[in-house]
């Protein structure tokens, strides 16, 4: 045989063999993304934790994917809602519309929740904690973009313990978005947004009892003396549970369940997290993902590290357990994606929807500066204020999130000007201790801001839906109870979070380069040669690409 022959029967050969073995070879497009999302995940605890997480989970991602090690939200306020949208949607909330969780909406003269929606109906519980959609955000997300670029046969299937972390990530074509009711239940459930019945493996899983197989002791992993990276497990900053006196290892959630919110408990617990690990794996079968040609989304909202970092803060035992298990949980995803779509076939990114402020309370006893903030006080000496210099009460509507709404049409009745309140609201303001900075509607609608807090204010401030004067406190101070941490402003310790890219089209390697969260959609469509999310803002971090 000539070698020329000899060359193309071996070509041949190679790519009959490689097709016979399917997913073995690793394709030229990717099968599945998995996009993971760990709720109040800081930055630091990559590195604080690294002594104990085992090879196959973070370490996994990071020894042999992408890190970017300075990536922020270039908005705020930094929360739950916000957080999936900018993730999904390659954009901030200026554009996409979440401004908050809940924000007050001025056409509808109510504070509304970003995911609620009365149009549709649970499925699953017979409680309206199924009235949910994706209605509320504006723009695409690049798990639609996928669902266009395919003609539907893309899947997006999207999962967490919270709706919202469900719902935004998957989507406005999503197939499914399944979250967690727990209270008497214990039960994945959706809305008639996107189908009238659980699928068959839903409801198998909700038969199978392993919510309440979890409902068990929660004690450390590992021996609680070697977790050197944590305060004390006895101290004065944490909540802990109803029925426990203090917030120390273990804990019986068989015992403490029934005064704790039922399975609600588990969501403050990391067993919240391997419930949904369990689920997500089901999911991978259930729905076939990525399974054949056409790329799939699987979205993984982990949502245990929020309640958790609510309840003990972020310097806690309970935190630290929370991510050893978590590091656990993650290896069994990533063993099981390798097992059932293939090594290389898939891939994985994982970031945070915000990170979280060590415990003021615990901060100030550090000498750091940190404090508390009387939000209701606050609000009332406004609403003095103003009804003070125009004597009137009625020309603010609301106040929340840190704004200020005002009443148009009583501005407009009386001939009220409304940057003249903007601005007299604002340097009263400024006036009030643990007040840092304040912006009105004017300024951002004038000026375009190119770095600092004033550019986080314009990022995340919307139009139509947002407030006229917008207030920053100090670093570290809050506006919560003196036990556990909260999150939300601009300052490092809420924007900072992981991101981790790995497997199928990813490089080895890591950046300190700043990269921001809308950069997360728009390279995952680089990586597909997909369509942009239609507001996108983000660039391509062309350095996590082979
Ligand atoms: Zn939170």
Known sequence: ?????????????????SLARGQNTTPERTKLVVGIV????????????????????FKKLINSGFSCNNNHFNYMPTLTAP??????????????????????????????????????????????????SPHRMKTTTITDQNRLHTQMRGKTIGVSLKDRGAILPAGHTANGAYWFQGREEGNFITSTYYMENLPKWVTDFNASAKAKSYLRPWETLLDINTYTESGADLNDFEGGFKGKETATFPYDLGALNPTNGGYDILKVTPYGNSLLTDFAIAAI????????????????????????????????????DTYIRLDRDLGRLLDALDKKVGAGAYTV???????GVNVPSYLESVKI????????????????????????????????????FFSYKVLSDNAIDAEELQKKIAHFALQYEQVNKVYTRA?????????????LVENGFDQKRSGDVFVILDPGVISYGR??????????????????????????????????????????????GIEFPNGFSGDVITEVME
Request: glycine fraction near 10%; hydrophobic fraction near 35%.
């Open 483 to 528: 036990t556990g941490s909260m999150h939300g402003t601009g300052y490092s310790y809420d924007t900072h979070v992981p991101l981790l890219f790995y497997g199928n089209g990813i490089k080895k390697g890591k950046t300190y380069e700043r990269t921001v969260v809308p950069d997360i959609a728009t390279t995952i469509a680089a990586l597909l």
């Open 369 to 404: 500066p940190a404090g508390y903030f009387d939000s209701d006080g606050f609000d009332q000496a406004i609403r003095d204020f103003v009804s003070t210099a125009y004597g009137r009460d009625d020309l603010i509507e609301d106040i929340s999130n840190y704004q200020v």
């Open 285 to 320: 079968d259930g729905e076939q993902l990525g399974a054949d040609a056409d790329t799939d989304f699987l979205t993984v909202s982990f949502s245990s590290t929020d309640y958790v970092g609510h309840n003990f803060g972020v310097n806690s035992k309970e935190i630290e």
């Open 443 to 455: 300024q951002l609608q004038q000026s375009g801001f190119n770095g600092g807090m004033e550019e």
């Open 38 to 57: 760990v709720d109040q995940m800081r930055y630091d605890y990559l590195t604080r934790f690294a002594a104990k997480f085992g090879d196959k989970g």
């Open 83 to 132: 957080g999936h949208a900018s993730i999904f949607t390659g954009t901030t909330p200026r554009t996409h519309g979440i401004i908050s969780n809940s924000w007050y909406n001025k056409f509808e003269k109510k504070s509304v929740y970003c995911a609620e929606d009365s149009s549709v109906h649970s499925v699953g519980t017979e409680t309206s904690a199924g009235e949910m």
């Open 349 to 355: 990114f994982l970031t945070a929807d915000h990170a």
């Open 1 to 17: 045989m000539k070698s020329i022959q000899k060359l193309l029967l071996f070509t041949l050969i190679l790519t009959f063999s």
